[in-house]
């Protein structure tokens, strides 16, 4: 049975990756360069940037859950680590796109 507080996790997760690539994508349309040299390498073409970003969210969202299922605390703390990572590219992007 899956554990409510992972899934609270991967779905904040998964809300985050979705805010980190639109302001990702926003970004780049407007003069912005991703420094992340991994998905530098894809945003030529926005379809195939989101394919893989999608690919990249279901893998966190998965190990998140799993993390959650897992007996002993330093696995639990995993999910917590692994959305405040997230959160920090989304306040980034998000500073940078209104001019901090």
Do not use: C, Q, W
Request: aromatic content about 12%; charged content about 15%; glycine content about 8%.
């Amino acid at each position: 049975m899956l554990d409510i507080r992972g899934i609270k996790y991967a779905l904040a997760f998964v809300l985050l990756s979705g805010i980190d690539a639109f302001t990702t994508l926003f970004g780049i349309k407007h003069g912005f360069s991703e420094a992340n040299p991994v998905l530098r390498a894809g945003l030529s073409d926005p379809a195939a940037f989101l394919a893989r970003y999608a690919a990249y969210t279901l893998i966190g969202a998965s190990l998140i859950l799993v993390s959650f299922n897992l007996r002993g605390k330093p696995f639990r703390y995993l999910g917590r680590l692994m959305v405040v990572l997230k959160a920090l590219p989304v306040l980034s992007n998000t500073l940078l796109l209104v001019g901090l």
